[in-house]
């Protein structure tokens, strides 16, 4: 499998705080990836950086073989230009922590006008897309409900249908069960369990659901202080931890760890 991903020698710092220090990864196509780690140690970052939320300092991101911060002009590498940031982002789809939908406009309706006003598709193509997402998502019978007369819960499964809705060929979660109350949290992640079974996409997800990461990713990675600790599958990132840092974060989470 080709990379879809790929973060080349990139730093990050929010003034004197460096969040990603000369941080090096891949992500193979359709791999599904979670990462986790102590707050502030980059997580976020990575996905904002895809996103086009957060430039870099140093470096280079690579989608799907293109530069993402970075383009060719006149035989030079140089900043990329607004367009080129905009084209680029039609590949990638981001859920946040809070849900973000328009309150004026029904459930159904926040996964259309995207479609409409971004992918330029008529009316009844946005339509279509939508309700067989409000499926996907178990919520086939709450499509003419305003966001106000959802649970955070069926809202967020809103925001991912609509994140869906465009198509994307990357999909980014941060911490979206972060916002929910407990017992909301496992019908969120039953429908990420059943995109990453159904939909061939690239997910990267950053979580502190642990049984949720062990259950979801081909490859666990562990963040510090910008950089990556330790990467692994998931049985050997939670059942036998190599690096004492990843040993101390996961006591917090799982008892027998040794």
């Not at 328009?102 to 330029?120: D, E, G």
């Amino acid at each position: 499998m080709e990379n879809i991903i790929e973060f080349q020698n990139v730093s990050k710092s929010f003034g004197e705080l460096k969040v990603l220090n000369n941080l090096n990864l891949q992500v193979k196509d359709g791999e599904k990836l979670a990462l986790i780690g102590p707050s502030g140690s980059g997580k976020t970052t990575i996905l904002r950086i895809l996103m086009t939320l957060e430039s870099i300092d140093d470096g280079f991101v690579l989608v799907n073989g293109e530069n993402l911060w970075h383009e060719e002009k006149n035989g030079e590498i140089v900043t990329a230009s607004e367009k080129h940031l905009h084209d680029m982002r039609d590949k990638i789809g981001m859920v946040f922590q809070q849900f973000n939908l328009f309150p004026h406009l029904t459930a159904i309706q926040n996964v259309q006008q995207p479609q409409i006003l971004i992918k330029q598709r008529n009316k009844s193509e946005a339509k279509d897309k939508a309700e067989s997402l409000f499926d996907l998502v178990g919520l086939g019978d709450k499509m003419d409900h305003y966001p106000h007369q959802l649970s955070g819960g069926q809202q967020q499964r809103v925001a991912i249908a609509r994140a869906l809705a465009m198509d994307p060929k990357i999909m980014l979660f941060d911490e979206i069960t972060s916002a929910l109350d407990p017992e909301l949290v496992d019908e969120v992640l039953t429908v990420l369990h059943k995109l990453a079974s159904d939909y061939e996409t690239t997910i990267l997800t950053v979580t502190h659901e642990m049984n949720f990461a062990r259950e979801f990713a081909d490859r666990v990675l562990f963040f510090d202080g910008g950089q990556i600790v330790e990467s692994g599958l998931p049985s050997e990132i939670f059942s036998n931890p190599k690096e004492v840092r990843t040993k101390e974060f996961l006591k917090k989470f799982i008892n027998n760890i040794n």
